[in-house]
T-cell receptor, first 112, second 117 residues
Framework: AQRVTQPEKLLSVFKGAPVELKCNYS??????LFWYVQYSRQRLQLLLR??SRESIKGFTADLNKGETSFHLKKPFAQEEDSAMYYC??????????????FGAGTRLFVKA | EPEVTQTPSHQVTQMGQEVILRCVPI?????FYWYRQILGQKVEFLVS????????KSEIFDDQFSVERPDGSNFTLKIRSTKLEDSAMYFC???????????????FGPGTRLTVL
């Protein structure tokens, strides 16, 4: 069964400290993985996707198929990074669309 | 930048009543979705809609739920007879439709908080 696991509900770090938000997945086939972010009182928005291999707002995530992980990292956390982070994978549908399977989310709190 | 919009932002209803949640997807998008998040739980897929019909639905999406695109712009989720456990945040999303084998980006609306009393 397809599943996304985020083991930490809450992660609290000091400003300037490194951050790693953990994500593990279970998927038969080649997964497409994403990180979504939801800032306070704002909508869910895509942060990054593994196929882009890009860095957004200083965050990176590497897909490790051997460990079935897609951890989100940032070397130096900023207070404005405080938000809810969701790891997700997409499952293609026959019609060409897809559905997103979300993890439970990790709330990141960056302290001054 | 175009955005998905949802109305109302908060809906309070009595158990057993019908509710309609409205969404306006991004105008050139072809795929539409509803997701649900019960307080304290994960965001769950409900249904996807393409070419004026449901393309996939989850086990949550039972006979009391229906979706419609009545006028080419709005995309609605109707819950026929609400239950207490339908209280949740409902998110609409849309996507353009990617190349074969490539997942495109889903854009989410701000959500409608449904409270069933």
């Amino acid at each position: 069964a397809q599943r996304v696991t985020q083991p930490e509900k809450l992660l609290s770090v000091f400003k300037g400290a490194p951050v790693e938000l953990k994500c593990n997945y279970s998927y038969s086939g080649s997964p497409e993985l994403f990180w979504y972010v939801q800032y306070s009182r704002q909508r869910l928005q895509l942060l990054l996707r593994h196929i882009s291999r890009e860095s957004i707002k200083g965050f990176t995530a590497d897909l490790n198929k051997g460990e079935t992980s897609f951890h989100l990292k940032k070397p130096f956390a900023q207070e404005e990074d405080s938000a809810m982070y969701y790891c997700a994978l997409s499952q293609s549908l026959d019609t060409g669309g897809f559905k997103t399977i979300f993890g439970a989310g990790t709330r990141l709190f960056v302290k001054a | 930048e175009p955005e998905v919009t949802q109305t109302p932002s908060h809906q309070v209803t009595q158990m057993g009543q019908e509710v309609i949640l409205r969404c306006v997807p991004i105008s050139n998008h072809l795929y539409f979705y509803w997701y649900r998040q019960i307080l304290g739980q994960k965001v769950e897929f409900l249904v996807s809609f393409y070419n004026n019909e449901i393309s996939e639905k989850s086990e949550i999406f039972d006979d009391q739920f229906s979706v419609e695109r009545p006028d080419g712009s709005n995309f609605t989720l109707k819950i026929r007879s609400t239950k207490l456990e339908d209280s949740a945040m409902y998110f609409c999303a849309s996507s353009e439709g990617g190349s074969q084998g490539i997942t495109d980006t889903q854009y989410f609306g701000p959500g409608t908080r449904l409270t069933v009393l």
